[in-house]
């Protein structure tokens, strides 16, 4: 069964952990921090909103942010991280005043980070991030409560400090979703991962490479450059995720082994592989997938339809096999798992006497 992660901290210690001062002190618990209306799930209950964390101090923006505060309130917020308090809210709404809420917070994900007892993993790639990220999490939590990325947040090094700051006490594990390249190295010195997997490397951002005067392989050698940035970072005797199925796998290994004192861990169909698909019975509203674990036999069932995704789903088993993760609980997480907004999401679209089936995966 999941496990929920208790309350953040008390109104006291947010206040002296982001250096801020209540108007009112909220009188429950704090379990969220949001940053934006479209990062508040449905039914989401006790959580403080930061509408100017990606906004300069002065200008519309911010202003616009600030009034987004009356709906958060309507949507359950039960408080706020300002500068100054929105005036539009009552008096009596609570307010942790800051002097900058981008400081503030990165402050919060640094201590998070520095006294967190959890494994954290790193999800990068060129397709199938979310999904994956989404299912290591499910694994997890079969084993303690698993903190993630929401959605398909992966705004550079704001996200990654979001998402620590987001961190309960109570926390075992955290799977994040990483850019593909842009501030990834950056992200991950900050982040400093147990375990970074690698979804897949595709031909992808290519123009920013040739920015930089690459061209042709040189360019795959970037991306695969950038993305190992994150095996790079891995915290002494990590492990490292890589689909063996890949056609750029071999570079990737190369990079690897630059660290001598990480544990390569490999999925997919080829026969090498350490988690490897056996077989996979597609279905209209999910799949019967057949995997082996290191040679252990195991059958499960996928509520999220195609191939990819019962390929996603391996190297969720990698990372609960790198983390001593029993697995049988943990394909029963598997089972229960939905599509996240806008992945693989089937939708029935009325079309004249009757409809049309759209699978929705922007």
């Not at 709906?71 to 005036?87: K, S, Y």
């Not at 409560?145 to 620590?164: C, D, P, R, V």
Request: hydrophobic share 40%; proline share 5%.
């Amino acid at each position: 069964m999941t496990k929920l992660p208790g309350p953040l901290a008390s109104a006291d210690e947010f206040a002296t952990l982001l250096d801020g001062q209540w108007t009112v002190a909220p009188e429950g618990p704090i379990r969220h921090i949001r940053a934006d209306i479209d990062l508040i799930e449905p039914g989401l209950q006790d959580f403080l909103l930061v509408p100017e964390l990606f906004y300069r101090h002065e200008g519309t923006g911010r202003d616009n942010a600030l009034l987004t505060c009356v709906a958060a309130r309507e949507l359950g917020a039960c408080g706020f991280i300002v500068t100054e308090p929105p005036r539009n809210l009552a008096t009596d709404v609570p307010c942790l005043i800051v002097e900058n809420t981008a400081d503030a917070i990165s402050r919060l994900a640094e201590h998070r980070r520095a006294t967190s007892q959890a494994k954290f993993v790193a999800v990068t790639g060129s397709a199938g991030k979310s999904t994956t990220k989404e299912m290591i999490a499910s694994v997890l939590s079969s084993r303690g409560a698993a903190a993630k990325s929401i959605f398909n947040y992966n705004a550079g090094l704001a996200s990654i400090e979001f998402t620590l700051a987001n961190l309960s006490p109570d926390h075992r594990f955290c799977s994040v979703e990483f850019s593909g390249v842009g501030e990834i190295e950056i992200q991950g010195e900050f982040y400093r991962p147990d375990v970074a997997v690698i979804t897949n490397v595709m031909w992808e951002h290519a123009e920013r490479f040739e920015k930089d005067g690459l061209a042709g392989e040189q360019i795959i050698d970037g991306i695969v450059d950038r993305k190992t940035s994150l095996i790079r970072n891995l915290v002494q005797v990590g492990h490292a995720v890589l689909n063996r199925d890949n056609q750029y796998f071999d570079k990737q290994r190369r990079a690897a082994a630059e660290r001598p004192d990480v544990h390569l861990v490999t999925f997919g169909k080829h026969k090498d592989a350490d988690i490897r698909l056996i077989d996979c019975d597609l279905e209209p509203d999910g799949s019967s997938v057949r995997a082996s674990v290191r040679g252990r036999e195991y059958s499960y069932r996928l509520a999220i339809p195609g191939e990819h995704m019962a390929l996603n789903s391996l190297a969720a088993l990698a990372v609960a096999d790198a983390l001593n993760v029993d697995i049988e609980p943990a394909l029963a997480e598997l089972a229960t798992l939905l599509p996240g907004q806008r992945r693989g999401e089937i939708c029935q679209v009325p079309w004249g006497d009757g409809s049309i089936t759209a699978i929705n995966d922007t």
